[in-house]
């Protein structure tokens, strides 16, 4: 049903900054659960931050609390998320993704969702 493209992925140094875009199509991103997800190679796709609908609540992972912020642009209908102080352990392919869950629980689990953008690769090196 609706759409999400990723965009802002690329190669940084250590302790740079990036910003991820998620633009949705077909239903409006702020009526929705989103959140932010990454994949790392032989890893299992972890959840990174998410916010339910209407910005109620609000969910960061301990390993990027303080250093990501995840945001909307309302007009734009666009998912953001800014990543500071980057490391090598932050290298992986970041998906963003949506539900029509009204929960305020700003829930972070992969299974929990059922639309998905195709991802985009942020990878740090030196």
């Known amino acids: 049903q609706g759409q999400l493209v990723e965009s802002g992925g690329g190669v940084v140094q250590p302790g740079g900054s990036l910003r991820l875009s998620c633009v949705a199509s077909r239903f409006a991103v702020d009526y929705y659960r989103v959140g932010w997800f990454r994949q790392a190679p032989g890893k299992e796709r972890e959840g990174v931050s998410c916010?339910?609908?209407?910005?109620?609540?609000?969910y960061y992972a301990d390993s990027v609390k303080g250093r990501f912020f995840i945001s909307k642009d309302i007009a734009k209908n666009t998912l953001y998320l800014q990543m500071n102080s980057l490391t090598s352990e932050d290298t992986a392919v970041y998906y963003c993704a949506a539900s029509a869950s009204m929960d305020p629980s700003p829930r972070c689990g992969s299974k929990e969702y059922n639309i998905w953008g195709q991802g985009t690769q942020v990878t740090v090196s030196s």
């Open positions: 916010v339910s609908s209407r910005d109620r609540n609000t």
